[in-house]
Structures are given as C-alpha cells and as structure tokens.
C-alpha cells in the first residue's frame, strides 16, 4: 500500500509537472508569433535530449543496447508528428483548448491498444472514451464546423499521442526509462532537424529565451511526472495532470485575456468526468460490487 506521506509528495510534484507543462505552452506561444513551428519542435527535442544525456552517462552507454530499435524509430515518429500538432494547436487556439487537446490522449488509448496490442475492450472502456470524445467535441466547437483545420489538428494530435503512449507501454516490458526516453530525443531530433533548417535563421535573444526555456520546462516536467508516479499509482493521482489546463486557462487570462466559452467549460467537465471514470480506483470499486 502507497502511504498517505507519498500520496501527498507525489500530488505535489505531479502539480508542479502541471505547473511547468502550462508554463511551457505560454513560451510556445510568445516563441510563435516570431518563430515557425518545425524551428520550436526541434529546439524542444535538441534541449531534452541535452538533458537526458547526462542520465545516459551515469548509467552506461552500454543500457543504450536494444533489439527493438524499430520501435523506438516509429514511437519516435509518432510522437514527433503529435508534438507538431499540439504546438501549431497552442500558437493558433485559445491557450486552454489546446491543452486539452493536449491532455485528451487517454481517451483514444483503449481504442489504439484494440487495434494495435489486440487488448479487450471493455464495455465500460468504450462508454468512458465515447463520454471523453463527447467532451473533445464541445471543446472543438462543432456548431463552428467540426472539422476545421485547428480542431482537426487538435483531434489527430490527440490519436498519434496516444498511439505512442501504447507503444510506450509495449517498450516497457523489455526497455528501461532512460532508454525510451533517449532514442525518443535522439530520433526526434534528428528527424525535426531536417524541416527546422529549411527556416534556419539568426535568433534574437527573447527568441532563444523562449525556445531554450521551453525546452527546459517541458523535459523539467516529464521528470517531476516520472518522480510522482514512482511514488504513487497513477490511477491514484493521475486527475492532478489536469490541473496544467487549469493553470493555461490562469495564463491565458492574465497575458492575452482569453476565456473559455460555455461550451469549453462544458467539454472540461465531461472530460474530467471520463478521465476519472478510467482510472483504476474507480474500476476497481465497481467490479466489488
């Protein structure tokens, strides 16, 4: 059993993994009305594989050995093609919509893992992820055309991510953290390498601020998360990552006074109400009974 002292710390931290993510969307944002977006993704993945290396060296080079280099390369793919998405979704919505696009991805993991992992589904599984989408929807504003560019993009964003996060969770049953984490970086990099040049230019100083900062705040974020759920079950504490929607809708407000319509407080409502259907506490309980 999680004690109530870890349980505290690790909603702590995952609050602060929250905080940073939020924090990361509003330098994309500032970073975009100057840079495009292939320069933004590429400095996000040149700074976190920076920051993974030195993990890297402490546990040898040798745990970077791998059968499974094809998967790490389409994990890498997938995710890079999601994190395009969600950054073009934070330079052109509301800064709180994109985030819950952002933060939408669980709700489209039963549906991968059926059809890729052939995983059950289950008919509560599909009844929450239905509610999920229901609530992406009135967040995507179907009464302004459903698919619009900037609702399409949110919407397949949210798909590849959670394609990856199932890969991910296949990863893990032969690959360490620190391994999926670098080869992520590394390909990433790589890959978005290639685009970012077509625009390379000289960056002024706010520029590299913003880029370098986000960078900072978005690897800053994935290690307080990792911490937390090394801490507590993520069926526990996992709600508190919705808090970063929260916090953008704070900053949102502050810097560019934009509010959340009806509707988008609506879909914040429906989705919280599926993420917590999902989460393994709450299953757990109802099978008791």
């Known amino acids: 059993m999680t004690s109530p002292q870890n349980i505290r710390v690790a909603l702590l931290l995952l609050m602060g993994s929250a905080l940073l993510f939020s924090s990361m969307g509003v330098l994309v944002r500032l970073a975009s009305h ?25 546990s040898g080079c040798h745990n970077l050995k791998t059968q499974k280099l094809w998967m790490h ?25 994109a985030m819950v696009f952002t933060y939408s991805s669980p709700i489209f993991i039963p549906l991968v893992a059926w059809l890729f992992l052939k995983e059950k589904m289950t008919i509560w599984t599909f009844v929450t992820a239905s509610i999920g989408l229901m609530g992406v929807l009135f967040v995507a504003k179907p009464d302004e055309g459903l698919f619009n560019t900037l609702s399409a993009v949110g919407l397949v964003a949210s798909f590849f991510a959670a394609t990856a996060f199932v890969t991910v969770r296949a990863l893990t049953s032969t690959e360490p953290p620190v ?5 992520f970086c590394l390909i990433s990099t790589l890959i978005s390498a290639a685009p970012m040049f077509w625009h390379w230019r000289s960056y002024t100083q706010s520029e590299l601020l913003y880029l370098v900062g986000a960078g900072i705040l978005a690897t800053s ?35 560019w006074q934009e509010y959340p319509d009806i509707y988008s ?25």
Do not use: E
């Not at 389409?74 to 330079?91: D, E, Q």
């Not at 391994?179 to 080869?183: G, K, L, N, T």
């Not at 937390?228 to 709600?239: L, S």
């Open 34 to 58: 100057t840079v495009d977006n292939a320069t933004i993704v590429f400095f996000r993945n040149a700074v976190g594989l920076i920051f993974i290396l030195p993990l890297v060296l402490r």
């Open 73 to 97: 390369t389409w994990r890498g793919v997938i995710g890079l093609t999601a994190m395009y998405g969600f950054f073009y979704a934070i330079a052109h919505m509301k800064l709180s919509n």
């Open 179 to 183: 391994r999926i984490v670098f080869y």
């Open 221 to 255: 974020s994935q290690l307080l998360m990792s911490h937390a759920y090394k801490r507590a079950p993520a069926g526990t504490i996992g709600p508190a990552n919705y808090l970063a929607i929260i916090f953008a809708g704070i900053w949102a407000a502050v810097l």
């Open 265 to 289: 407080y609506i879909g914040f409502m429906i989705i919280l109400i599926a993420l917590v259907m999902c989460s393994p506490n709450v299953q757990n309980k109802l099978s008791r009974k």
